[in-house]
């Protein structure tokens, strides 16, 4: 037994058996196809609910679902989010957005903070330059991906499907506890009418 | 008066020098689609898929290396020794080129004929091995310099070997001019001597890796621990002279194989028996297949196997090569008192 796997260890040796069977595998890889995609010219679509590009999300009507809350701002681990306010006489309303693209880390805490679903991550991730200033998001800039990559239905979809915004489910139920004075009154009257 | 003596010899100089040019010009073409070839089957191998972008399939890709290795900047270093820094690549190119001068491509096509052939050929892979040692110490670099003294060592112990693997060829063709080689081998009922000679041919396929420091024994040039070895100050046309040494040197090697012990130019006679048509094509078609299946096993080793570490190298060369080539050696010997071969 010791013996026949000594003299098979030898003949091993002799005959490279070993270094034989590596190149069987590596002629027989020869004929087998390269797995290389050749990028400019075959293009890979990304991966549904990928991580790229960020818009801002704007109502049909053209408006922005933003709500100007700051959510987005305090989450964000890289501090890349800049929100400014301004006021008149309609009310607040969001001055700039800036987003500083060099500095994100494509977390996307910031979409799942935002109670309207009114920041989100696009699929498109080819955006490739050779200074700064284009990776300085503003907010015309934003909105204009949005227009880009998430027009119609499919902007909708994307953050039902993958992020499922909080004003989707906003529910006020009966029970719930309020500290209005008046409508604890109203509350007691409609009690007292059921009686 | 010219006597018809100088101007028989004038155009027999004329002769050799236009031979010289159409296989400087031939083998030149050969080296850089040899680049080609090897990145191709390297990739294949390793699944991807080599050069692409330049031309169909990236053919040509050898071109516009060419064009960026002839436009690049000629970097010196500042404390290079510069007549030998700048003969190194020429004499390691010069001697490479020089050894296919003896080369019988085909039963027509040699540039020399000599009797003494095969000791040229080996003769000149030494001569080469002194550009390469040159580079390293004129360089002043310490890359340079331990691929060199790598170099210097392993050419020094697998050219015993080459040369002893050789013996047994000798020995059947009792001669040294490759032409008589050639026409020895057509005796045999192969037509090749690797036949009888398998055992020398192994030796000699292992040590012309060495020689031609591919890998798995491409310790002077190891990229990963020396850049690359003995020509990395080398930058621009002279990089390229000595990497163009590194195919020629490869080409050599492989005629040499072919020739020695894969019958040059002819076909074994069984297969011209069955076929004669075969007979009608031209010798230099079927060397140069043959070239091509050695130059092929190179660069299908290089896929395969990695490299050796130095002592693992040095215990190779002296341990196990010369012996069995001692060995190829005794037995041929003795076939040949017996009578058998």
């Not at chain 2, 079927?286 to 299908?300: D, P, Q, T, V």
């Given at each position: 037994?010791?013996?026949?796997?000594?003299?098979?260890?030898?003949?091993?040796?002799?005959?490279?058996?070993?270094?034989?069977?590596?190149?069987?595998?590596?002629?027989?890889?020869?004929?087998?196809?390269?797995?290389?995609?050749?990028?400019?010219?075959?293009?890979?679509?990304?991966?549904?609910?990928?991580?790229?590009?960020?818009?801002?999300?704007?109502?049909?009507?053209?408006?922005?679902?933003?709500?100007?809350?700051?959510?987005?701002?305090?989450?964000?681990?890289?501090?890349?989010?800049?929100?400014?306010?301004t006021?008149?006489?309609?009310?607040?309303?969001?001055?700039?957005?800036?987003l500083?693209?060099?500095?994100?880390?494509?977390?996307?805490?910031?979409?799942?903070?935002?109670?309207?679903?009114?920041?989100?991550?696009?699929?498109?991730?080819?955006?490739?330059?050779?200074?700064?200033?284009?990776?300085?998001?503003?907010?015309?800039?934003?909105?204009?991906?949005?227009?880009?990559?998430?027009?119609?239905?499919?902007?909708?979809?994307?953050?039902?499907?993958?992020?499922?915004?909080?004003?989707?489910?906003?529910?006020?139920?009966?029970?719930?506890?309020?500290?209005d004075?008046?409508?604890?009154?109203?509350?007691?009257?409609?009690?007292?009418?059921?009686? | 008066?010219?006597?018809?003596e100088?101007?028989?010899?004038?155009?027999?100089?004329?002769?050799?020098?236009?031979?010289?040019?159409?296989?400087?010009?031939?083998?030149?073409?050969?080296?850089?689609?040899?680049?080609?070839?090897?990145?191709?089957?390297?990739?294949?191998?390793?699944?991807?898929?080599?050069?692409?972008?330049?031309?169909?399939?990236?053919?040509?890709?050898?071109?516009?290396?060419?064009?960026?290795?002839?436009?690049?900047?000629?970097?010196?270093?500042?404390?290079?020794?510069?007549?030998?820094?700048?003969?190194?690549?020429?004499?390691?190119?010069?001697?490479?080129?020089?050894?296919?001068?003896?080369?019988?491509?085909?039963?027509?096509?040699?540039?020399?004929?000599?009797?003494?052939?095969?000791?040229?050929?080996?003769?000149?892979?030494?001569?080469?091995?002194?550009?390469?040692?040159?580079?390293?110490?004129?360089?002043?670099?310490?890359?340079?310099?331990?691929?060199?003294?790598?170099?210097?060592?392993?050419?020094?112990?697998?050219?015993?070997?080459?040369?002893?693997?050789?013996?047994?060829?000798?020995m059947?063709?009792?001669?040294?001019?490759?032409?008589?080689?050639?026409?020895?081998?057509?005796?045999?009922?192969?037509?090749?001597?690797?036949?009888?000679?398998?055992?020398?041919?192994?030796?000699?396929?292992?040590?012309?890796?060495?020689?031609?420091?591919?890998?798995?024994?491409?310790?002077?040039?190891?990229?990963?621990?020396?850049?690359?070895?003995?020509?990395?100050?080398?930058s621009?046309?002279?990089?390229a002279?000595?990497?163009?040494?590194?195919?020629?040197?490869?080409?050599?090697?492989?005629?040499?194989?072919?020739i020695?012990?894969?019958?040059?130019?002819?076909?074994?006679?069984?297969?011209?028996?069955?076929?004669?048509?075969l007979?009608?094509?031209?010798?230099?078609?079927?060397?140069?297949?043959?070239?091509?299946?050695?130059?092929?096993?190179?660069?299908?080793?290089?896929?395969?196997?990695?490299?050796?570490?130095?002592?693992?190298?040095?215990n190779?060369?002296?341990?196990?090569?010369?012996?069995l080539?001692?060995?190829?050696?005794?037995?041929?010997?003795?076939?040949?008192?017996?009578?058998?071969?």
């Open positions: 037994m010791k013996q026949s796997k000594m003299i098979r260890k030898l003949i091993n040796k002799i005959f490279f058996i070993e270094i034989l069977q590596g190149m069987a595998l590596t002629l027989s890889k020869l004929f087998s196809h390269a797995v290389t995609r050749q990028y400019p010219d075959e293009r890979r679509d990304a991966m549904p609910g990928f991580r790229g590009l960020h818009a801002l999300v704007q109502n049909a009507d053209g408006t922005l679902k933003c709500v100007h809350c700051g959510a987005c701002q305090s989450v964000c681990p890289s501090k890349c989010i800049r929100l400014s306010i006021k008149d006489a309609e009310g607040k309303s969001v001055k700039n957005y800036e500083e693209l060099l500095r994100c880390v494509f977390c996307a805490l910031c979409v799942e903070a935002c109670p309207y679903g009114a920041i989100v991550l696009t699929e498109h991730y080819e955006y490739c330059d050779d200074s700064r200033e284009p990776f300085r998001m503003t907010k015309p800039k934003l909105l204009r991906n949005w227009e880009a990559y998430m027009a119609g239905d499919r902007g909708e979809e994307y953050l039902k499907k993958f992020w499922l915004p909080k004003s989707e489910d906003f529910v006020e139920r009966e029970d719930q506890a309020v500290f004075k008046s409508r604890i009154e109203k509350k007691k009257a409609s009690e007292r009418s059921v009686k | 008066m010219v006597s018809p100088l101007i028989g010899l004038c155009i027999r100089i004329i002769i050799i020098l236009i031979k010289s040019v159409i296989l400087v010009g031939v083998v030149m073409l050969h080296v850089a689609y040899a680049t080609y070839f090897e990145r191709k089957v390297i990739g294949h191998m390793q699944v991807r898929l080599g050069p692409m972008r330049v031309g169909y399939h990236g053919l040509l890709q050898p071109v516009a290396d060419m064009m960026k290795l002839l436009f690049k900047e000629d970097i010196i270093p500042s404390r290079a020794d510069k007549p030998i820094f700048f003969s190194a690549p020429v004499i390691s190119f010069v001697a490479v080129m020089t050894a296919l001068s003896v080369i019988p491509f085909s039963d027509d096509f040699s540039i020399a004929n000599i009797n003494v052939g095969l000791l040229f050929i080996l003769a000149m892979s030494s001569i080469s091995a002194y550009g390469i040692i040159f580079a390293g110490i004129a360089s002043d670099s310490k890359f340079a310099f331990l691929g060199s003294l790598r170099s210097a060592a392993q050419v020094l112990s697998y050219e015993v070997a080459l040369g002893l693997s050789l013996v047994g060829v000798m059947l063709a009792g001669s040294l001019n490759l032409r008589d080689i050639v026409y020895a081998q057509s005796a045999y009922p192969f037509g090749m001597f690797i036949f009888p000679q398998i055992l020398g041919f192994f030796v000699f396929l292992t040590a012309a890796f060495a020689e031609t420091n591919r890998t798995p024994f491409d310790l002077p040039e190891a990229e990963s621990e020396l850049v690359a070895g003995y020509f990395t100050e080398y621009g046309f002279r990089f002279l000595f990497y163009a040494a590194e195919y020629v040197a490869m080409i050599v090697m492989s005629s040499l194989g072919t020695c012990y894969l019958g040059g130019w002819t076909l074994p006679p069984f297969l011209t028996g069955m076929f004669p048509f007979l009608k094509i031209p010798g230099i078609v079927w060397f140069a297949l043959k070239i091509y299946g050695c130059i092929f096993i190179f660069y299908w080793i290089r896929a395969t196997v990695p490299r050796y570490r130095y002592d693992q190298l040095m190779i060369g002296w341990k196990i090569l010369i012996p080539s001692l060995l190829n050696i005794l037995i041929t010997g003795l076939l040949k008192m017996v009578g058998v071969l």
